[in-house]
């Protein structure tokens, strides 16, 4: 967290932290993250906002959850199961439009409303990449091997880590290369 990648600056911000040590089931499955020094370097890349910053993403936060909110409902009527954001992955989004960042993320959920976001890249400047797209910045950067990428997908997997549905198309797409 913190690095610089391919013009991008890695960071996390508090809420995710915070919603990660307080879920049971999150750290029963990652005990390692919470741990030092994987947690040290989380915290040492955590965005740190102005009170002004802070301002506009709690205001940010109130005008999106409505839009949200609705979209979550639009998405269940067409038979896309998706769940509600929770109060940290709107603060995310909040954050991310408020300084016009792209979000890395597997959640369907929150891949689906950026998209919608990204309609109205004037009011909404926001993006969102996967974690393949985040690996593929890696290694074109020359801070990941080919080998190291292989190995961490296939420890995702092995791990039964919940990959976006268009894994393997994201793979093909970044890499070039089908999995496996």
């Known amino acids: 967290m913190g ?10 911000i ?3 932290i915070e919603e990660f040590s307080a879920n049971p089931r999150l750290l ?17 890349g955590m965005l740190q906002l102005s ?20 979209a979550v409902n639009n ?10 954001l929770s109060n940290a992955d709107l603060t995310l989004l909040a954050t ?3 300084l016009g960042a792209v979000i890395a993320t597997d959640e369907r959920a929150l891949q689906l409303i950026v998209q919608d976001l990204m309609g109205d890249p004037d009011e909404y400047p926001v993006g969102v990449v996967c974690s393949l797209d985040v690996l593929a ?18 420890t ?4 039964g880590e919940r990959l976006p549905m268009t894994w393997r198309a994201d793979y093909l797409r970044n890499f070039n290369e089908e999995y496996g």
């Open 14 to 16: 508090s809420s995710l």
């Open 75 to 84: 998405y269940r009527k067409r038979n896309i199961a998706i769940s509600r």
């Open 96 to 98: 991310a439009v408020v």
């Open 156 to 159: 995702w997997l092995r791990l």
């Open 28 to 44: 029963a499955a990652y005990p390692w993250v919470a741990k030092a020094p994987k947690v040290d370097d989380l915290r040492l």
């Open 51 to 70: 009170a002004a910053e802070n301002r506009k993403v709690d205001a940010k936060k109130k005008e999106l959850r409505p839009y949200v909110d609705m």
């Open 3 to 12: 690095v610089l990648v391919q013009g991008h600056q890695m960071f996390t």
């Open 137 to 154: 910045m890696f290694e074109r950067a020359n801070m990941l091997t080919k080998e190291q990428r292989t190995t961490t997908v296939d």
